[in-house]
Every structure is written in C-alpha cells, then in structure tokens.
C-alpha cells in the first residue's frame, strides 16, 4: 500500500519576536476522516517554531546552529476540514544553549487547533 501527501505553507510574517505562517487545508494533508492528519498539524507548527528560532538564516544540510528540536509537547484541541490554518511561533525563552518557543494554530476565525511548545538547541 502507497500513502502519499504533500504539506505547503507561506511564512506571512517574521520578526525577532515571531513568527507567522499559513497553511491552506487540501487533500495532501487530509486523513481518511477528512480532517487535518494531526501530524500535518505538528509539521507546521514545528517548521513555523523553528523559522522563529534561525532568526531568518536559511537553512542548509549539515548546517551548524540549525536549531534541533529536542521536546515537543501537543495539546490537539480541534480540527477541520478545509480553510486555511495559521501558526504564530512566539518565544517562552530565547536563549543561546536552549530555546522554547510556544506556537499556536488556529483556523481563519480564530478556533483553536493545537497549542505547541517546542524546545531547541544548536546542533554542532
């Protein structure tokens, strides 16, 4: 059996301080249910948490400082079938050896989808 899906999102707006993205809802990302797979959830607040973190420095292969997820904590409080989703990535603590970051995803309209803490380090 061949599973397939492909995740896209824009990253709408970025400070020092944040990060916002949007993800539109389509069949790539679905789960038979029809609604968002929640790991396309997680995928798109960690990538949005993780644009936060490399403070706008592309990220390349082997790169040194790319900033590795070690935790990450799920609350999945909703979902939906179509719309757009946003993800705005917000520090808890910017710090040089560790850093966490709060990110959360709701729909157009404000419903809640998933509150996300993800705590990174550099790699080396």
């Known amino acids: 059996m061949k599973i397939s899906g492909q995740i896209e999102f824009t990253i709408t707006e ?5 990060v916002t993205s949007v993800m539109p809802v389509q069949p790539g990302i679905l789960n038979p249910f029809g609604t968002v797979h929640a790991g396309a959830t ?3 607040a960690d990538v949005t948490a993780t ?3 490399l403070a706008g420095v592309k990220a390349e ?9 070690i ?6 409080a909703g979902n939906s079938k ?4 946003i993800a705005k990535a917000v520090y ?3 710090g040089r050896s560790v850093s966490i970051v ?7 309209d404000g419903k809640l989808i998933a509150d996300v803490t993800t705590s990174h380090v550099p790699s080396r």
Request: charged share 15%; aromatic share 10%.
């Open 14 to 18: 970025q400070t020092p301080d944040a």
């Open 42 to 44: 997680l995928w798109f």
């Open 51 to 53: 644009a936060l973190v």
């Open 61 to 69: 292969e082997n790169m040194q400082g790319f900033p590795l997820a």
């Open 71 to 76: 935790n990450l904590n799920a609350n999945l």
């Open 82 to 85: 179509s719309g757009t989703f």
């Open 92 to 94: 808890v603590k910017k």
């Open 102 to 108: 709060r990110t959360t995803v709701t729909t157009e």
